[in-house]
């Protein structure tokens, strides 16, 4: 362990304390004083003082600095007094980081956060959280230190929180945070709850009646070919204190791509933080050689080119069916095919709307797309349907669902689907 032993100075901070005492107080120091426990003094004063052993603790941890400065996450000393168990007396917590770091990997020795009581001059230690230790997925443990912050009445049940951000790099890929929340329960100090995140989610604290009540949280949707600074669309969830721990609701995801100002998302799309994600508990279907992924309710089936019945017989396209199917071949206005996603090779461009059929512009996965419902009028042999044309990186695809008329009424299990459609 690289805490510092604690206790091994008392010895001789006693005896600094009794010769002070035994001058302020005028007292004669004799051997007597040496062999007792209890030091008396002839000044009942002064006894007080020196009759209750200090445990002062060492500030500094070995080979660890207190954390901040210009390499540093954190741009604030990594330090802050604070009155955690509302006693009318400040805490001094402080947060450490390796002295000495790698110059590829940085910092490769865990996070030490710790909080101490009592006067300036003999802190008392009362609390040491050391940072997570390194995980499979990533090469470096909890090693460097973001934000560090003190609030009052942070749940609104008047007890206070130090949050602290600790950071776990992962070169590449981004890197991962946790926010920790330390507080006083029970009689001692202690971490309560962590939230994790990836360094391209943001946060906001909003609670009405204490900051930390509820956490809202947008989590970005990254698609693969996106550049990492270019907008992107976000999956919000929403984190409700409940009195002891957090608890998670899946909010919306956003129409609209953005870039890192949670505020401005809320702003613009402030319908995401009520939708309530009903496709939650719905399996995904992913494609990377078709380059999409989308949800699908439980109990649907999902065929493409590699499953029976469809084994060889559909190319790029995968049906979406409520029921199962017994035989599988094109073209789909002959099968009862529900849902269907069609990749139709490298560029097409997008239909525009003739004497026969309207396309009305709409944004689908983040991506310009047009829309088009079968009416009497509408071209070819065709099913009742509405058609979505959409492009991604010269990418051509179609996208195609049920009708129950020629006005463009469908069952809005289709909308859902159609709003946890990605492109990557
Ligand atoms: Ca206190």
Same mark, same amino acid.
């Given at each position: 362990?690289?805490?510092?032993?604690q206790g091994k100075t008392n010895l001789k901070y006693i005896l600094i304390v009794v010769i002070l005492a035994a001058i302020v107080g005028g007292g004669i120091l004799t051997y007597q004083y040496w062999r007792l426990n209890n030091i008396t003094l002839q000044s009942e004063g002064i006894l007080k003082i020196v009759s209750q052993r200090p445990e002062c603790a060492s500030i500094d941890v070995p080979g660890y600095?207190?954390?901040?400065?210009?390499?540093?996450?954190?741009n604030y000393p990594g330090e802050i007094r604070f009155d955690i168990n509302n006693d009318g007396q400040e805490e001094l917590t402080k947060v450490y980081e390796e002295e000495i770091g790698d110059e590829f990997y940085?910092?490769?020795?865990?996070?030490?956060?710790?909080?101490?009581?009592?006067?300036? +001059?003999?802190?008392?230690?009362?609390?040491?959280?050391?940072?997570? =230790?390194?995980?499979? @997925?990533?090469?470096?443990?909890? #090693?460097?230190?973001?934000?560090?912050?003190?609030?009052?009445?942070?749940?609104?049940?008047?007890?206070?929180?130090? !949050?602290?951000?600790?950071? $776990?790099?992962?070169?590449?890929?981004?890197?991962?945070?946790?926010?920790?929340?330390? !507080?006083?329960?029970?009689?001692?100090?202690?971490?309560?709850?962590?939230?994790?995140?990836?360094?391209? +989610?943001?946060?906001? *604290?909003?609670?009405? @009646?204490?900051?930390?009540?509820?956490?809202?949280?947008?989590?970005?949707?990254?698609? =693969?070919?996106?550049?990492?600074?270019?907008?992107?669309?976000?999956?919000?969830?929403?984190?409700?204190? +409940?009195?002891?721990?957090?608890?998670?609701? =899946?909010?919306?995801? !956003?129409?609209?791509?953005?870039?890192?100002?949670?505020?401005?998302?809320?702003?613009?799309?402030? +319908?995401?933080? #009520?939708?309530?994600?009903?496709?939650?508990?719905?399996?995904?279907?992913?494609?990377? $050689?078709?380059?999409?992924?989308?949800?699908?309710?439980?109990?649907?089936?999902?065929?493409?080119?590699?499953?029976?019945?469809?084994?060889?017989?559909?190319? #790029?396209?995968?049906?979406?069916?409520?029921?199962?199917?017994?035989?599988?071949?094109?073209?789909?206005?002959?099968?009862?095919?529900?849902?269907?996603?069609?990749?139709?090779?490298?560029?097409?461009?997008?239909?525009?709307?003739?004497?026969?059929?309207?396309?009305?512009?709409?944004?689908?996965?983040? =991506?310009?797309?047009? *829309?088009?419902?079968?009416?009497?009028?509408?071209?070819?042999?065709?099913?009742?349907?509405?058609?979505?044309?959409?492009?991604?990186?010269?990418?051509?695809?179609?996208?195609?669902?049920?009708?129950?008329?020629?006005?463009?009424?469908?069952?809005?299990?289709? @909308?859902?689907?159609?709003? !946890?459609?990605?492109?990557?």
């Amino acid at each position: 362990m690289l805490f510092i032993a604690q206790g091994k100075t008392n010895l001789k901070y006693i005896l600094i304390v009794v010769i002070l005492a035994a001058i302020v107080g005028g007292g004669i120091l004799t051997y007597q004083y040496w062999r007792l426990n209890n030091i008396t003094l002839q000044s009942e004063g002064i006894l007080k003082i020196v009759s209750q052993r200090p445990e002062c603790a060492s500030i500094d941890v070995p080979g660890y600095q207190v954390a901040g400065g210009k390499y540093s996450y954190l741009n604030y000393p990594g330090e802050i007094r604070f009155d955690i168990n509302n006693d009318g007396q400040e805490e001094l917590t402080k947060v450490y980081e390796e002295e000495i770091g790698d110059e590829f990997y940085g910092r490769r020795l865990p996070i030490v956060f710790k909080i101490f009581s009592g006067p300036q +001059d003999c802190l008392k230690e009362e609390f040491s959280y050391r940072g997570k =230790e390194r995980s499979e @997925d990533y090469a470096v443990p909890e #090693n460097e230190v973001g934000d560090l912050w003190a609030y009052p009445n942070f749940w609104g049940d008047g007890r206070n929180t130090v !949050t602290l951000v600790g950071v $776990q790099t992962a070169y590449g890929s981004g890197f991962l945070t946790n926010i920790h929340f330390f !507080t006083y329960e029970n009689g001692k100090y202690q971490e309560i709850a962590t939230l994790e995140f990836h360094s391209d +989610d943001m946060y906001k *604290l909003s609670g009405e @009646d204490g900051l930390g009540k509820e956490i809202i949280v947008a989590r970005m949707i990254w698609a =693969e070919g996106e550049c990492h600074f270019c907008p992107h669309r976000y999956k919000f969830e929403i984190y409700t204190w +409940d009195g002891s721990r957090y608890l998670k609701r =899946e909010a919306g995801t !956003t129409k609209n791509k953005y870039s890192f100002d949670i505020e401005l998302i809320i702003q613009a799309e402030p +319908d995401v933080l #009520n939708q309530v994600d009903e496709t939650a508990n719905w399996k995904t279907y992913t494609n990377s $050689q078709l380059g999409f992924s989308i949800k699908y309710p439980p109990g649907w089936f999902v065929y493409d080119n590699e499953i029976p019945p469809c084994v060889g017989s559909i190319g #790029n396209f995968v049906f979406i069916n409520k029921v199962e199917l017994t035989e599988c071949y094109l073209p789909i206005e002959l099968l009862p095919v529900d849902f269907y996603i069609f990749e139709k090779g490298t560029y097409y461009p997008l239909p525009q709307s003739n004497e026969y059929d309207t396309y009305t512009p709409i944004e689908i996965a983040g =991506e310009e797309g047009v *829309l088009n419902i079968r009416t009497e009028k509408s071209e070819g042999p065709r099913r009742l349907d509405t058609k979505i044309y959409v492009h991604h990186n010269n990418f051509g695809y179609e996208i195609s669902f049920p009708n129950v008329d020629f006005k463009g009424n469908h069952d809005q299990t289709y @909308d859902r689907m159609l709003s !946890t459609f990605l492109l990557y």
